[in-house]
């Protein structure tokens, strides 16, 4: 009965390949998000959706594309991996604005990608 | 330019120790959210504080939100081993709830 589950844990590829990142929320969340952690474990946001509709997209390459089938999924597809794309990523997910005052996230486990 | 500043960077203390981590900004947050990320793991909620000059008691850690609602401190009594990681401050601006920021974190590591 995890919160927020991703998969894999870990993904190992290439550069040059296309890798997805999948993440499910059963929370009833609103809204939905990718961070990127580097080596230094700055948590960085990438994107975040509310209710299947694109609300941030920070500048990140076009590589990365995420997809928003219903509001419990938020998956990230990366198009020809680079080896600076090696790191952790995190989905989370939180309430939507309105139902609540704050912005609690919660969080994945994160998906260590190493490009080789 | 990161929105939210968190210092020290690292600290290494010993059992029984106590300490205060700081997370500052020149913004203005509608609440500020204090988050514990251990190794291979994901960042957990510990505490969100939203009047400004809140103080929240979590057992031995108390939490402040700055009257300005610019700042918060988390302070540990008497730290123990298990409370070893990185502490992350987070929030988001008034006129964008969905843009969560976080700080680049305090890693604390707790000697027994």
């Known amino acids: 009965d995890t919160a927020v589950s991703q998969t894999p844990k870990y993904l190992v590829t290439q550069m040059g390949n296309d890798k997805s990142i999948k993440c499910e929320q059963n929370?009833?969340?609103?809204?939905m998000y990718w961070y990127k952690q580097d080596s230094k474990k700055f948590l960085k946001i990438m994107f975040s959706y509310n209710n299947k509709e694109l609300i941030i997209n920070e500048t990140v390459p076009n590589r990365f594309s995420p997809k928003s089938p219903d509001k419990a999924h938020l998956n990230l597809h990366i198009n020809s991996l680079e080896l600076g794309d090696s790191a952790v990523y995190f989905c989370?997910?939180?309430?939507?604005?309105?139902?609540?005052?704050?912005?609690?996230?919660?969080f994945g486990q994160g998906t260590r990608l190493t490009v080789v | 330019t990161q929105l939210l500043e968190q210092s020290p960077q690292f600290l290494s203390i010993q059992e029984g120790e106590n300490l205060t981590v700081y997370c500052n900004s020149s913004?203005?947050?509608?609440?500020l959210q204090w988050y514990r990320q251990e190794p291979g793991e994901g960042p957990v909620l510990l505490v969100t504080v939203v009047t400004g000059g809140e103080v929240k008691k979590l057992k031995r850690l108390t939490f402040q939100f700055g009257d300005a609602r610019k700042d918060s401190s988390l302070h540990i009594t008497a730290a123990q081993p298990g409370d070893t990681g990185l502490y992350l401050c987070?929030?988001?601006?008034?006129?964008?709830?969905?843009?969560?920021?976080f700080g680049a974190g305090t890693r604390l590591t707790v000697k027994p």
């Open positions: 989370a997910s939180s309430p939507q604005l309105g139902r609540v005052m704050n912005t609690e996230a919660f």
């Open positions: 929370l009833g969340h609103d809204t």
């Open positions: 913004s203005v947050f509608s609440s």
């Open positions: 987070a929030g988001a601006p008034p006129y964008n709830n969905n843009d969560m920021r």
